[in-house]
């Protein structure tokens, strides 16, 4: 399989991402077809993974995992760097899009996150033995699923959005210092968990059968992202709405002169 | 002249250093007054590491062999207890309030409120070391100074991490559950750190890995304070 059309089927969403920089509107149609290309893409990648990409030399057909945990750990760094990004930006300009996006996209990157490690200690068990060991990289990563937990729980806790907002904005950028150590935690320190592979180490299809998953799984992270921050925008709405924007008809000064007979 | 030149109109508002002065003086000075804090602390430190040669058991070896995982994980429960405290005695009377009325940078209370922290946390570790040695049946290698130095700049950032989080976590809901939640992942590296650097202390570094630890240390400290000094006056704005 060409490795052009590996990097083809980013165009989409990578396309899209740029697209709603500039026009806002876009992501209304833009979410359908991420929804669409993820149902595409994922059988496909279920196919490519457990039967077109070939054995691993070590591991035989166990490390076709591969395929599902290592996207989805992917995508949980991007949630957790996207909620860094938005923290970021509502300190610089108060926004609530930054705010409901912070909120997604940590609500999602802990989805991914959980499904992610939960899919780590499965191989685990084949290969190392266990299902947990700890080793910096398992241990980091269970810390970011803790820590984005808290950063939930303390959104959930504040009542005032204003405050809520303020508060999980620093929360966000100073927890970027997890994701950062999860990713160099490998490389930092001595850890049973492999390195970092480059295409070079890796045959071929392997490498475009784990690009067309991530692809599949970026697809899927996107659709999420826009779903939980169309949820969150919701929440914050009826937060901030006056008792005027309530069903039914707004009270007369009628009904007050009645209260106080 | 000079009378106007005094007046508080003309009086100009203190600088950032004076200002780290005052909050600490006055952080330090209300621990003085009643030392209920530190003696909560150095008990409950205490009683959290006869807590563990329970769970464990007779087993001396173990016992001295994870003595500086004990000794740091002692400090920092009783760091949740000290850094909660700290900004407990300012929501009495809306103390907070002045603090953030008075003509001073936010980033002086941050500071101030951090390094009392320290503080607190050095002198618990300084008066915990001896006893862990006793308890435990440790043999310090290297110097016994070198053992407070290291107390000294992990309790640095404990204390920058956990002043920031505290801030947060005091004037939430459910404050007592959301410290610990997200202050400890935080504090990971640094619990990895001190008890490495503490462990050659104790068992000797023939291999020269203190600098290693020490560095890591430092590096932690400088972003813990750096994150919190550019995000504290932030999060006291919204209080």
Redesign the interface.
Known sequence: MPNWLANALLILPAGLLIAICFKRDLIEIGWKVMAVQAAIMLPVAAYLGLVWAPPEREMGDVYRIIYAHVPQVWMALLGVTLNFGCSLAY?MKKSWTADALAEASAEVGLYFGIVGVTLGAIWGKPTWGVYWTWDPRL??AA??L??Y???L??RR????P??RA??S???G???I??PV?VYFSVVWMKSLHQVQSTPKTVDPQMVFALRWAACAFLCLLITFTYQRYKVARAALAREVAPPEALSGPPPSSNDVAKVAV | MTLLQDSPATRKPPGLLAATLVVLRKDLLIEWRTRARLNALVFFAISTLLLFSFALGANTTALRQHAAGYFWLAIIFASILSLSESFRIEGENHALEGLKLAAIDARAVFIGKALGNTVLLWGLGIVLAPLSIAVFDLKVKMSLWALFGIIGIGSMAISA?GT?YSA??S????RD??LP??L???L??VIISSVGATALIFEGDPMGQMRSWTGMLGVLNV?YWA?GLV?FP??T???
């Open positions: 300190l241990t980091s810390v970011m803790i820590y937990t808290g950063y729980a303390m806790f504040t009542e005032n204003d405050t303020t508060w904005a620093a929360l950028t100073f927890g210092v997890i150590t | 991490a920031f947060i976590a004037n939430a809901r459910a559950v959301l939640i997200l400890f992942p935080v990971v590296p972003i994150l995000l932030r999060i704005e919204d209080i």
